[in-house]
């Protein structure tokens, strides 16, 4: 019976070690998404959005006149 209870703790023990050294130093927000950078224009970032096809040729001129005017 012990010799269960001491393997049980030996592993939630290893667990939580692993758990603390993963998340040392990072934020939940981190996680889920990366840092922005704000270097970009918001007409860098839409061409961006159409190269990857979040966005049609019709709402990517939208927003680039909109952006150029």
């Given amino acids: 019976m012990f010799m269960g209870l001491g393997l049980i703790f030996t592993i939630l ?6 758990y603390l050294l993963n998340g ?3 934020s939940r927000n981190n ?5 922005s950078n704000n270097s ?4 860098d ?5 159409y190269a990857r ?4 040729k019709e709402a990517y001129e939208q927003l680039r006149h909109d952006l150029t005017s």
């Fill in 13 to 18: 023990l290893v667990v939580g070690f692993v």
């Fill in 24 to 26: 040392r130093g990072q």
């Fill in 31 to 35: 996680l889920i998404s990366p840092p």
């Fill in 40 to 43: 970009k224009s918001p007409l």
């Fill in 45 to 49: 970032i839409a061409q961006e959005r």
């Fill in 53 to 56: 096809g979040e966005i049609d």
